[in-house]
């Protein structure tokens, strides 16, 4: 794992190759990407299903093309655990400011697994997480968590899987939940598929006022760099528990989706990463807004035998 800084990335065009962002060793890949910011504290959530917590400034920042460092010297993991989901969470309450931020409305943390469970817990569980960890989800054998995100209680929550489907639904159909919870069913997955992202379309409670008239838009990538932005209305509201509908047009020149994201509206860029350290920044309004079932454009322009990992909008 390491930290770098976003300006270490130029915007490029584009299609294009990109540049080296983290060097692999051996058979090593990357798996995670995100956004974070220095004072957040980073939940990591690993396949036994417990999390663990550290604040992002405790991990070192590194350049472009460091290895980074073992998440061992960081947090009291076992060396077996494996790491299926990292998130970032801020301040909820200001003490020295003696106000609330726009984390104030956060109540809970819902998680998706790649077989489509789906549980809800309060946020104040998690509240001090030991440097050993905590246990956040129950997952059956052979099911990985794949998502976890912030929710107010009022929000929508779309799934999207790696063979194009997308499932659009009210938070409220999901009753919160203990720590240790298995969770349950939010999509019913045709055969070979498995959920590969979780979204949260916000609430109009909380927004602001500047964004309540922004439409909201669902942006996905696809394994060999293809993506697209596609409208929020274009997805109907639905029960928990469906198949969902096509979100995009899966082929062998674009391959499996990877990445899926609601953009708020004040994202700018987004950052996609390959699992052998490639990356690449473009502009967002560069990504056409096009209809759901389609293959998208080329977002970048990968090696012989890479793929792309995952991505981070800023």
Do not use: W
């Not at 939940?43 to 036994?48: G, K, M, Q, V």
């Not at 460092?69 to 299926?84: C, H």
């Not at 498995?194 to 394994?223: N, R």
């Not at 953009?263 to 350290?277: M, N, P, T, W």
């Amino acid at each position: 794992i390491k930290r770098l800084n976003p300006a270490t990335y130029k915007i490029q065009k584009r299609g294009g190759k990109g540049i080296m962002g983290m060097k692999t060793v051996s058979d090593d890949i990357v798996e995670h990407f995100l956004d974070a910011k220095t004072h957040d504290s980073l939940l990591l959530f690993t396949d036994s299903g417990k999390v663990f917590q550290t604040p992002v400034y405790e991990i070192p920042e590194g350049t472009r093309v460091a290895k980074g460092r073992g998440l061992l010297n960081f947090l009291e993991m076992a060396p077996e655990d494996k790491v299926l989901s990292i998130f970032a969470l801020g301040k909820p309450f200001d003490s020295a400011q003696g106000k609330q931020d726009a984390e104030s409305e956060i109540k809970y943390l819902v998680m998706a697994t790649k077989d489509g469970i789906m549980k809800k817990t309060a946020l104040e569980d998690f509240a001090n997480v030991r440097r050993s960890g905590l246990i956040a989800i129950s997952l059956k054998k052979g099911d990985a968590l794949r998502g976890v995100q912030k929710t107010t209680g009022e929000d929508e929550i779309i799934l999207t899987t790696k063979k194009g489907q997308a499932i659009r639904f009210k938070e409220k159909d999901i009753r919160a939940m203990g720590r240790t919870a298995s969770g349950i069913h939010a999509i019913r997955l045709k055969k070979g598929d498995e959920v590969v992202g979780l979204s949260v379309v916000q609430s109009l409670k909380s927004k602001g006022e500047s964004q309540k008239t922004a439409t909201p838009y669902l942006l996905v990538v696809m394994e060999n760099g293809y993506g697209k932005r596609t409208a929020i209305n274009e997805y109907r509201l639905q029960s928990r528990g469906g198949s969902g509908i096509k979100t995009a047009n899966i082929t062998p020149k674009t391959g499996q989706l990877v990445y899926a994201k609601v953009l708020a509206g004040d994202e700018e860029d987004l950052i996609v990463i390959s699992r052998k350290g490639q990356i690449i920044r473009t502009s967002i309004n560069s990504i056409p807004q096009i209809s759901r079932s389609t293959q998208g454009v080329r977002i970048m322009k990968l090696e012989e035998g890479d793929k792309v990992a995952s991505a981070a909008c800023v």
